[in-house]
């Protein structure tokens, strides 16, 4: 049953004609189709989907599209060179996952080397935005994690403990690649490539383990983990220069 297994050879054979069928439909809209993810790093596995860039014209806008055609699951983004240039250039909290489709990508139509132009993009005003955009974060994302982990505890129910926990693993894990300039080759390795980084939080190696396996039943000791790692968290934001707690009201 779905989804379907796919050899290396069977996803090339599609892409020439996406690729063949794009340039018919669009033709001189185009600038440029290129393949990102999994496929264009060569680490696809049989079931991996195929993903792309569709590079067009100025004011030619089109519709991202997401499907299952045969046995392929296909993802084709559509963007204008303009607005492909900035989303290539965005430093947002989850920067570390998304910037690799820009850097890596397998051009099958690229006349003017467009995909060699957006490589360095990502890194453009990276270390200026990256702690501004961590600070952000904090406040949006993982302070309210780990409010909702405490309020579950105190209350006696536990449910939300192993969700809590891998929710403030996972956004620890984009801070961590924002801390570092380093973006994750894929979000399936994110949590092995994430603890071999030079600055990580105390904390975040140990409770990564129990996510990584599931290990999330004893909710005492998910939250005594999640625990941990808050207080690592904050004392890696410290050291960073990143207080994102306000000294005054903004108003």
Not at 38 to 61: C, Q, W
Not at 85 to 91: G, L, N, R, S, T
Not at 96 to 105: E, M, N, Q, S
Not at 178 to 199: D, V
């Amino acid at each position: 049953m779905y989804p379907d297994s796919t050899t290396r050879s069977e996803k090339v054979d599609m892409i020439a004609v996406l690729k063949e069928r794009l340039l018919a439909a669009y033709g001189e809209q185009l600038l440029a189709i290129g393949v990102y993810g999994s496929i264009a790093l060569e680490t696809e596995g049989p079931y991996s989907d195929i993903e792309m860039h569709v590079v067009t014209k100025e004011y030619h806008r089109l519709e991202d599209l997401e499907f299952v055609y045969d046995k392929f699951k296909i993802e084709i983004g559509f963007h204008d060179k303009q607005a492909f240039f900035e989303k290539a250039k965005k430093i947002d909290d989850a920067w570390a996952i998304k910037a690799g489709a820009f850097i890596h990508v397998l051009p099958v139509y690229d006349p003017t080397n467009l995909f060699d132009q957006v490589k360095s993009l990502p890194f453009k005003g990276l270390s200026l935005s990256a702690h501004r955009v961590m600070k952000e974060f904090m406040v949006g994302e993982p302070y309210e994690t780990m409010a909702k982990i405490r309020n579950s505890y105190h209350s006696g129910n536990h449910n939300y403990i192993p969700l809590g926990a891998n929710d403030l693993v996972w956004e620890t894990a984009k801070l961590i690649g924002l801390a570092n300039h380093t973006y994750y080759s894929t979000r399936a390795k994110t949590y092995e490539e994430s603890i071999q980084l030079e600055s990580v939080p105390s904390g975040y190696k140990e409770i990564v383990h129990h996510v990584k396996y599931g290990q999330l039943t004893d909710t005492e000791m998910v939250y005594q983990l999640c625990e941990g790692l808050w207080t690592g968290l904050n004392d890696w934001m410290e050291s960073l220069g990143l207080d994102y707690r306000l000294k005054q009201l903004p108003f």
